[in-house]
């Protein structure tokens, strides 16, 4: 028998200090943020009654270099208990890891004997699609996916090091590194990026690719400011974390169907100077705006379910919880609902008080007229064609977004 609940019917959840710290600057190392944008209780995936699930997110910009980070960050204990069921939230379309591939090889990267280090490897899947004359080696924090991927690798002579992206060392010096949407996940980029930088020769190849504040105009309620990003680019602030580390940019490629700020770098003198990004105060001013106009989009798809009282969401993950810090779908009182997610991290449990359950559950009951709302920004396609073959009505199926860029 499935359970409709109403939103914050579980009073177990709880938060910790010891979650985040508060941090300087990563790209000029000062001291003056400037708030931004906040969200308070912020709940990272589901109900728990023994792990501290929520914290308040503040995203901030440097005064002195402008830069846009998260502060306070989310510390080791932090990140490994509020991402534990990030699960199928991370990953890249099919096609992504051969454009890269083409891209790398097309700049010398991948010449047999050639060696390439893969930081934030996961289990290794991107290093077993190089050439078999290149020699792969991946490091990650993710001790886990590293185990996953020696005893799924280990016979294609990939070598694949468990270890912190700033203070790890290697046998030899590689010929190319590539960093694919790592970056923006560290809570000390300019450690990594110095670290790497030791291990380098002069002529060492880096490959760093991450969203930027540019680019970020996206009609995704989640935005720009992701909150599984603790630092946020823009062309300047990365050029300058880059500078800073002794890396100087000669290329610069920037993807036209998703955000994406791709970069190639030699090894170069440190400075301790920082150029000033003015230009990102405008931008982050436009930006704002346009947030703010892709919330009330947003909400206008969901003037619909005035007057429901059930309601059904696809979708148990981050973006649920962003239409409840920025949206009044859950505010309506009396209101009950029930969440469906193909993640079986998130099967059987709560979020806020809602059951979740498995989408097989659909085709075993009557939905009649039941909304259903397609709670996810990448997925809104697959699940809304799912939702048809369960025998929802087109007209009960609410699509919050009708065009999305994906990485």
């Known amino acids: 028998m499935l359970v409709w609940n109403p939103i914050d019917s579980f009073s177990g959840n709880s938060t910790d200090p010891a979650l985040t710290a508060q941090r300087p600057c990563p790209v000029c190392?000062?001291?003056?943020?400037?708030?931004?944008?906040?969200?308070?209780?912020?709940?990272?995936?589901?109900?728990?009654?023994?792990?501290?699930?929520?914290?308040?997110?503040?995203?901030?910009?440097?005064?002195?270099?402008?830069?846009?980070?998260?502060?306070?960050a989310y510390t080791p204990y932090g990140f490994q208990t509020l991402f534990a069921?990030?699960?199928?939230?991370?990953?890249?379309?099919?096609?992504?890891?051969?454009?890269?591939?083409d891209w790398l090889s097309e700049r010398?990267?991948?010449?047999?004997?050639?060696?390439?280090?893969?930081?934030g490897c996961y289990d290794g899947r991107f290093l077993s699609l190089l050439p078999a004359t290149v020699r792969k080696v991946g490091v990650d924090i993710d001790k886990p996916a590293i185990e996953r991927g020696r005893l799924h690798y280990g016979d294609q002579g990939i070598e694949l090091i468990h270890g912190d992206f700033d203070s790890f060392k290697l046998d030899r010096q590689p010929d190319a590194i590539t960093m694919f949407h790592v970056l923006e996940h560290l809570p000390d980029p300019l450690a990594t990026l110095r670290n790497l930088r030791k291990l380098a020769t002069s002529l060492t190849a880096l490959v760093v690719e991450v969203p930027i504040l540019e680019n970020g105009f996206t009609n995704d309620i989640n935005g720009f400011f992701s909150v599984q990003h603790m630092t946020h680019f823009s062309r300047r602030s990365l050029a300058n974390v880059l500078a800073r580390a002794?890396?100087?940019?000669?290329?610069?490629?920037?993807?036209?169907?998703?955000?994406?700020?791709?970069?190639?770098?030699?090894?170069?003198?440190?400075t301790d100077s920082v150029k000033g990004a003015t230009e990102d105060h405008a931008t982050l001013a436009a930006?704002?705006?346009?947030?703010?106009?892709?919330?009330?989009?947003?909400?206008?798809?969901?003037?619909?379910?005035?007057?429901?009282?059930?309601?059904?969401?696809?979708?148990?993950?981050?973006?649920?919880?962003?239409?409840?810090?920025?949206?009044?779908?859950?505010?309506?009182?009396?209101?009950r609902f029930l969440i469906v997610d193909s993640d079986p991290l998130k099967q059987g449990k709560s979020w806020r008080g809602i059951a979740i359950y498995a989408p097989e559950i659909l085709r075993v009951e009557e939905w009649g007229e039941t909304p259903l709302v397609i709670s996810s920004y990448g997925g809104q396609n697959a699940i809304h064609d799912a939702a048809l073959q369960a025998g929802f009505k087109s007209e009960s199926i609410i699509r919050l977004y009708r065009k999305f860029r994906v990485y």
């Not at 810090?325 to 009396?334: E, H, K, N, S, W």
């Open 85 to 101: 069921e990030a699960g199928c939230s991370y990953g890249a379309t099919a096609g992504r890891p051969r454009e890269q591939l």
């Open 246 to 270: 002794g890396w100087s940019i000669e290329e610069r490629l920037e993807q036209p169907d998703y955000n994406g700020c791709r970069v190639l770098c030699r090894p170069a003198p440190e």
């Open 287 to 335: 930006y704002l705006r346009h947030h703010r106009d892709v919330v009330e989009d947003v909400q206008r798809q969901l003037t619909s379910l005035a007057g429901a009282e059930w309601i059904l969401l696809w979708g148990g993950g981050l973006h649920t919880e962003l239409l409840y810090q920025l949206t009044d779908l859950f505010r309506a009182p009396g209101r």
């Open 29 to 72: 190392g000062g001291d003056n943020p400037l708030s931004v944008m906040e969200m308070r209780d912020f709940q990272f995936f589901t109900d728990s009654a023994v792990s501290p699930k929520r914290v308040e997110l503040c995203e901030v910009q440097c005064d002195d270099c402008a830069a846009l980070y998260l502060n306070p």
């Open 108 to 119: 010398g990267l991948l010449h047999p004997g050639k060696c390439l280090l893969d930081v």
